[in-house]
């Protein structure tokens, strides 16, 4: 393989390599989102959904949901509590997310918004463990509650760690009191900010070193019907004061699996995606409705001229990202905490619609936002159907519109990423650039949803990635999909990263990502086999790039046959240097897993010898090589 160091052929991208959040398989509610109160506002379709109540040991109480729709339209309902429980005790208990993961040592913060307590009365919360006893405990104040609500809190920690905890509200005394936002999280967040991110689960996305951050979805973007589609207006200011609504990925829509109680929350909304692209060094891509419900359910499309709301959302967006605190969406951004815009410059319209509806509110929007806002990079779809008849047409349709990027999606076999490694060879150098906004290998296999991530899935979209590196002219940005899942949770599958309540499961897709980003270069360079790019001779598969910054020279070898490759690796016209890093991933066996909690497939880098006008490596079967060279 002769790799040309001299000749590098264009720039890679910094977005090369991102990231695709979708809350789906409860990555944020239940997952990212480090909440661990469900149905903490009363507000799922049944409003004690996640809660139990119980009399203890002579103790009585009940509970009321009441509605203030008048007063409070986005988050009207409460719960008023009525207490006599002069012996025992009154008891309310969550649930969680499918238990809540409690940790040895970790402190626990409550809270909960109170009001109009009445009488003597006492709370307490306790986390108990699966089986019942207590693992921590402590007092609430609720003298403090009066006409108003006002935010109450406490404050515990666990003495034993726990994957199915419960959070118990223990009552005592006689007497009322009217409660909302009942809410726990842990301490240590994602920098440590209250309120916020599941600290591991971001921790493996930092390790990405992702180029942008996708968000919000994926499907629930288009909402199954409007009336539920995602509105990014409705995710920001106060956390009590966004609307809930119920998730597209709720069991009772599509995927039955594991959701009757798959809602949104939006604690984890617009602005916190901002912020968590600024924290992982990421360029923010929001994705908007454009007037389309999701087209795999109820396929509403709002009529074109009720349109505008639509795009008066996107120019309101860009208002919120980047305009300053004079401006009223820049106002509420630098109200939140963030008085420096985002600097958004990527927007896309749609996530994957197709149609000559689409087209038509595709071109609505980029008639204004081209006019208003030139410095806006605009993202359009082609649709979930890469190559058929519909993918066709409407690659011919906005071609007419001069997209900028547009975003394909291939959920395929992995024979299907080993065939396409030459996929964008030949697209048109003077077209749009290419958005690889989801894809990933979707194999054979058992039951148990990890091993859908298994080595043959990783592997063949490593070989895929190459091509995707080896044409980086084109290809702007890139993204596995979907990014998260929970083992107990989930609806779609296979997924980059599986978690439960303690532990998080990289998986190799993972690994196979972070190699590409890790090492993603600034040029693209050629690397040559008897003068033509491994795209699956011998079933080898290469691409490389020269990082100028690191001083560095990065070959990606994939060899997805099943025997050694023995292959020699040249820079012509350098000498040999004594710095060199081989870093190899693979596994025994082609349909092995990572499992949540002990992750097996990883990468192992090694030094090795000096290497200059040749370096003879073997590569392993089924293996994914990745070989730097600090250049002298
Ligand atoms: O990634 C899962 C789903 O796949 C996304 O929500 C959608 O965009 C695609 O169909």
Redesign the pocket.
């Known amino acids: 393989l002769t790799v040309h160091v001299d000749q590098p052929q264009f720039e890679i991208s910094p977005t090369m390599y991102g990231i695709?959040f979708?809350d789906?398989n409860f990555a944020a509610d239940g997952g990212i989102y480090a909440e661990l109160v469900k149905n903490r506002s009363f507000e799922f379709d049944r409003p004690l959904m996640g809660w139990q109540r119980e009399d203890r040991a002579g103790g009585a109480g009940a509970t009321l949901v009441e509605n203030e729709q008048a007063i409070r339209p986005d988050n009207p309902r409460y719960l008023t509590v009525t207490v006599d429980a002069t012996d025992g005790a009154y008891v309310l208990r969550n649930e969680g997310f499918r238990g809540m993961g409690i940790k040895a040592e970790e402190t626990y913060d409550f809270s909960v918004l109170a009001r109009n307590a009445t009488g003597d009365l006492n709370l307490a919360i306790a986390l108990t463990d699966t089986s019942g006893q207590v693992i921590g405990r402590s007092e609430v104040p609720l003298d403090a509650a009066g006409a108003d609500y006002s935010a109450v809190t406490a404050s515990l920690t666990a003495d034993r760690t726990d994957a199915r905890a419960r959070l118990e509200l223990i009552f005592t005394g006689r007497g009322t009191v009217e409660l909302d936002m009942i809410s726990l999280f842990p301490r240590h967040t994602w920098k440590d900010r209250p309120g916020g991110l599941r600290k591991d689960l971001v921790s493996l996305l930092d390790s990405l070193e992702p180029g942008f951050v996708r968000f919000p979805?994926?499907?629930?973007v288009e909402g199954r019907d409007l009336a539920n589609r995602y509105q990014w207006k409705k995710t920001v200011g106060d956390v009590e004061d966004r609307k809930l609504i119920v998730n597209r990925w709720n069991t009772e829509f599509n995927y039955p699996r594991n959701a009757p109680d798959y809602y949104q929350s939006y604690g984890l909304g617009f602005y916190e995606y901002f912020l968590l692209s600024e924290d992982l060094g990421a360029e923010p891509l929001p994705i908007l409705n454009c007037g389309m419900a999701c087209q795999?359910n109820t396929g509403e499309v709002v009529a074109m001229d009720e349109l505008d709301p639509y795009i008066q959302d996107a120019l309101d967006l860009i208002e919120f990202a980047n305009g300053d605190a004079t401006t009223r969406w820049g106002k509420l951004r630098a109200e939140m905490g963030h008085p420096e815009p985002f600097g958004m410059e990527y927007l896309g319209v749609g996530?994957?619609q197709w149609g000559p509806e689409y087209v038509e509110r595709y071109q609505a929007f980029t008639d204004v936002l081209r006019a208003e806002h030139p410095e806006i990079t605009l993202v359009t779809t082609v649709g979930?159907f890469p190559d058929g008849d519909r993918f066709d047409y409407l690659w011919g349709e906005l071609n007419k519109l001069d997209p900028q990027v547009v975003d394909e999606?291939y959920?395929r076999p992995p024979e299907w990423f080993l065939a396409n490694a030459g996929r964008y060879d030949d697209y048109d150098r003077n077209g749009p650039a290419i958005f690889a906004g989801?894809y990933a290998a979707h194999g054979p296999s058992d039951d148990r949803p990890e091993s859908r991530n298994n080595w043959l899935s990783a592997l063949t979209e490593a070989a895929f990635m190459t091509g995707l590196e080896r044409n980086g002219d084109v290809v702007r940005l890139t993204s596995y999909?979907?990014l998260m899942a929970h083992l107990d949770a989930w609806q779609?599958r296979p997924d980059l990263i599986w978690f439960d309540n303690l532990d998080v499961g990289p998986t190799p897709n993972y690994h196979v990502q972070r190699l590409f980003s890790n090492n993603a270069g600034t040029h693209g360079i050629p690397a040559l086999a008897n003068g033509a790019p491994l795209t699956g001779q011998d079933s080898l598969y290469a691409s490389a790039v020269l990082d100028t910054i690191a001083g560095t020279v990065i070959v990606k070898m994939v060899n997805a046959g099943g025997q050694p490759a023995p292959l020699s690796v040249r820079l012509p016209g350098k000498t040999a240097t004594t710095k060199a890093n081989l870093t190899v991933l693979r596994s025994n066996g082609i349909m092995d897993y990572n499992t949540v909690g002990t992750p097996s497939i990883r990468p192992k880098t090694e030094q090795i010898n000096p290497v200059g006008q040749g370096t003879k490596l073997t590569l392993p079967p089924q293996s994914v090589t990745v070989l730097t060279v600090t250049l002298e």
Do not use: D, L, R, V
């Open positions: 695709f979708e789906i979805g994926g499907c629930i795999f996530n994957e979930p999606h959920y989801e999909a979907p779609w």
